[in-house]
């Protein structure tokens, strides 16, 4: 497949057109236009250890969800997408859809958030467009969430503290996709700094940037093997890892660690795969942390695949595709490191890289058929009028 060269670019200038869609569908006048784009986000490490009140170390991406619309009278939402049909519905006792409307669902749970939080909702006419492969564990739904929000909120005239905003995305995606996710996809999003990964503490919900080496950049190479969050496999780790802390007496598999996981305790195997899991992730994402403090980038490379070799084996997250390109990626000259990213089960893989040697590893990556390509951290969400 194709390497991807897609710069990060601003969706509209400040007095960008109504689209002929948007007239067409009887939105005409003189309304401001506002629009807003959040991006995805790769994980980099800290696999699933977002819902065990662990940490994890991410970064957003150049690629983005863009939304961008105008107030609409009446209380009628439209929303229109690039890549679906259409979709109208009423402000009033608005609900999630079902069939081929299904995809509204995110934009529509955080108007329910939104509106549950006393923000002054309005009819609103919107389209969307994304530049994050979806189901390829980047966080493309987190993503349109939160554009999704900048852009109510730059309507309504209102602002939300950072948190309380990836909170109501959360609880959006909740409702919409019916998968028990932690805030690591929201916060990154909201928080994403150019240039730099973002730590986050999922207990004490502290956000710290950390500084990306300038001569290194990540490879994302999509395995095209697209994995569905809400068919069970990721509410069921997440039950296992809360039944290995509960058998472990601690409140999360965070205040657990390797010496009390090794020690005879009375644990079935599976859920001591589990905790090994999380423990393990937990541990290497502060080892990650002092290893980029000294310049180690070979250190930190090591990890990445510590990390992989724990979700093929502990966690059972990867699969023979991801595992093939992971063998793959680290046979190219320049590449450190690699893993899977996001929750698994397919979806897409980060390979940690040299910069001088970035472009042509992904080459070959995407040879192999991998739709692939280069970045470096990216800044996060934001919305204009």
Same mark, same amino acid.
């Given at each position: ?38 991006? +995805? ?29 105008? #107030?609409? %009278? ?13 979709? !109208? ?33 309005? +009819? ?5 467009? *994304? ?17 999704? #929000? ?13 948190? !309380?905003? #990836? ?9 919409? %996709? ?52 809400? %068919? ?48 393990? !992730? ?27 070799? *724990? ?30 990213? +996001? ?43």
């Amino acid at each position: 497949m194709e390497q991807i060269a897609c710069p990060r670019k601003r969706f509209l200038a400040k007095n960008a057109k109504i689209s002929r869609a948007a007239r067409l569908g009887g939105v005409t006048g003189s309304q401001g236009l506002f629009w807003a784009e959040a991006p +995805g986000r790769v994980e980099i490490l800290g696999n699933h250890t977002d819902y065990n009140e662990g940490v994890v170390l991410g970064a957003a991406i150049d690629r983005v969800v863009h939304v961008r619309g105008i #107030a609409q %009278a009446h209380g009628r939402i439209s929303l229109r997408s690039t890549s679906y049909s259409p979709v !109208e519905t009423a402000l009033s006792g608005v609900r999630l859809q079902e069939g081929n409307a299904r995809w509204a669902n995110y934009p529509l749970g955080v108007v329910i958030e939104l509106l549950s939080t006393g923000v002054p909702i309005s +009819g609103f006419w919107a389209e969307i467009e *994304s530049e994050v492969p979806a189901a390829a564990g980047l966080g493309s739904s987190a993503a349109l969430s939160v554009a999704t #929000a900048f852009f109510l909120l730059k309507l309504a005239r209102r602002e939300l503290p950072p948190l !309380e905003l #990836a909170r109501v995305c959360q609880r959006a995606e909740h409702r919409s %996709a019916g998968v028990h996710s932690g805030l690591l996809d929201q916060v990154m999003s909201i928080f994403g700094q150019t240039n730099h990964m973002v730590l986050f503490d999922c207990r004490s919900e502290e956000v710290r940037p950390v500084a990306f080496p300038a001569d290194l950049a990540f490879i994302i190479a999509d395995s095209g093997i697209k994995r569905e969050l809400a %068919a069970g496999k990721y509410n069921q780790r997440r039950a296992e890892t809360h039944a290995a802390a509960q058998a472990l007496g601690v409140r999360a598999l965070r205040d657990a660690s390797s010496a009390i996981l090794n020690a005879d305790v009375d644990l079935a195997p599976t859920l001591r795969r589990r905790a090994a899991h999380i423990i393990g !992730e937990n541990e290497r994402v502060w080892r990650a942390c002092q290893l980029l403090e000294r310049g180690d980038a070979g250190g930190l490379g090591e990890l990445l695949n510590e990390s992989h070799e *724990s979700s093929r084996t502990n966690f059972q997250n990867s699969t023979s595709e991801l595992d093939e390109l992971i063998d793959l990626a680290r046979k190219q000259p320049g590449v450190l490191g690699a893993r899977l990213t +996001g929750g698994g089960f397919g979806g897409a893989i980060i390979a940690l890289c040299e910069t001088a040697s970035a472009a042509e590893a992904a080459h070959n990556l995407a040879h192999g058929g991998a739709q692939t390509f280069v970045c470096r951290p990216a800044g996060g969400a934001l919305a204009r009028n």
